[in-house]
C-alpha cells in the first residue's frame, strides 16, 4: 500500500449537543476499497463510523480524534 492513499476506520464514541464529537481509530492504515467493505458491514452498527485520512495523528490504532462537529467534517473523510 505504499503507492495508495492510507485510510483508517474510525467510530463516534462521543457526541455531543452543539455538533462536536470525539472518533476513536479501530483499524489499522487500510485501503479505500477495503475501507468502504468494512464501512458496509457496519450498516446497522448504533454508533457513526467514518473512513479518515490525509491525518497523521489518527492513524495509529486506538488514537482519538476531538472534531469540532459532524455536519463539517474535515475534508478526506467518507460517512457511513
Not at 449537543?17 to 479501530?26: E, S
Not at 468494512?38 to 457513526?48: E, F, K, S
Amino acid at each position: 500500500m505504499s503507492n495508495q492513499k492510507c485510510f483508517v476506520l474510525q467510530r463516534c464514541i462521543r457526541q455531543f449537543m452543539d455538533g462536536r464529537a470525539t472518533w476513536q481509530t479501530i483499524s489499522q492504515p487500510i485501503s479505500y476499497r477495503e475501507g468502504l467493505s468494512q464501512l458496509g458491514a457496519l450498516h446497522d452498527h448504533n454508533r457513526d463510523h467514518r473512513l479518515l485520512t490525509d491525518c497523521p495523528d489518527a492513524m495509529p490504532l486506538g488514537a482519538i480524534i476531538k472534531d469540532r462537529s459532524l455536519s463539517s467534517m474535515a475534508q478526506g473523510s467518507v460517512d457511513r
